[in-house]
DNA sequence: ACTTGTATATCGCACAACCGATATGTTTAA
DNA sequence: TTAAACATATCGGTTGTGCGATATACAAGT
C-alpha cells in the first residue's frame, strides 16, 4: 500500500463528467485527467473506457475534428451521472470545507 | 460495468478521514459507511483495511472501549491525509458547485 | 512516395479492493 | 457454565481498473 488512496476507480466517473460539459476526445480527455492527476493515463486506458461507456449507452461519437473523434454525453449517461454524483456526494458529504478552501480553477 | 462508478478505491482513505475527527472501532465504521454508500461492508472488507492502514503507521489502536477496538490516526496518518486530500480535490475540482447544493449532514 | 507525428484501438497482464465464509475471542444473559 | 450476541480477524477467490506494448489509421511535411 504505497500511498493511502491511488483514486482508482474514479477513471468513468470523471470521464463522464468532462465529456457532459464538453464534447471531448480520448487525447483530449487524456490531457485533462493528466493535468489532474499528476500523470497522464495511457491509451490503454482511456480508449477501453470509452468504448465500455459506448456500450453502455452514456456517451456517443459525433464527427466533428479532423482525425479525432469526439465524444458526447447522452440522455442514458446524464442519467447515471446524476445517480453517480448523489452518490459521491453521500459518500464524501463532509468534503465540502475543504472543497470552499480552494478557489475555482480556470 | 455494472454502474458508473462503484466507488472503489475509496476505502481507506474514507477510513483515514472519518479516524482523524472521533477514534473509531471497526464495527463503526462499518455503520458509518454503510449509512453512506448504502450498503455496509463485510468484515472482510474492514479488517484487513485496518490492519494494514496500522502496519503503515496512519492509525494507531486505543485502548478505549469494551469490546471494541477503537483506532485514532496519527501523526504521519495527518500527513498521508493531508496530501491525499490535496490530490482528491485536485482530481475533482470541478465538484465544488454539486458539494454547495447540498446541506452539511448531521 | 516516404517519413513523421498524431490519434485511435486492442491484447494480455498486474495489482488491489472488496466480498463471503469462517474462525476466534469476549461480554452479557440465563 | 452454557448459550447467545457481538466484535475482531483471516483466508481464498472474484472483479475490474489501469498499464505497457503493440498495431492500425490518417494527415501533413519533405
Known amino acids: 500500500m504505497g500511498n493511502c488512496c491511488d483514486m482508482r476507480g474514479f477513471l468513468t466517473f470523471t470521464v463522464l ?11 483530449e480527455l487524456r490531457q485533462e485527467l493528466g493535468r489532474r492527476k499528476g500523470s497522464k493515463p495511457s491509451p490503454g486506458t482511456v480508449y477501453p473506457v470509452l468504448k ?8 456517443r461519437e459525433v464527427g ?11 440522455a442514458a449517461g446524464k442519467k ?3 445517480s453517480a454524483t448523489k452518490k459521491f ?6 468534503m465540502k470545507d475543504e472543497f470552499d478552501k480552494v478557489s475555482a480553477r480556470s
Do not use: Q
Open 17 to 27: 463528467r468532462l465529456v457532459s460539459k464538453n464534447s471531448m476526445s480520448g487525447e
Open 52 to 59: 465500455a461507456m459506448s456500450a453502455n449507452g452514456w456517451i
Open 64 to 74: 466533428h475534428g479532423i482525425r479525432e473523434k469526439k465524444y458526447r454525453i447522452t
Open 80 to 82: 447515471e451521472l446524476k
Open 89 to 94: 456526494i453521500s459518500i464524501f458529504c463532509d
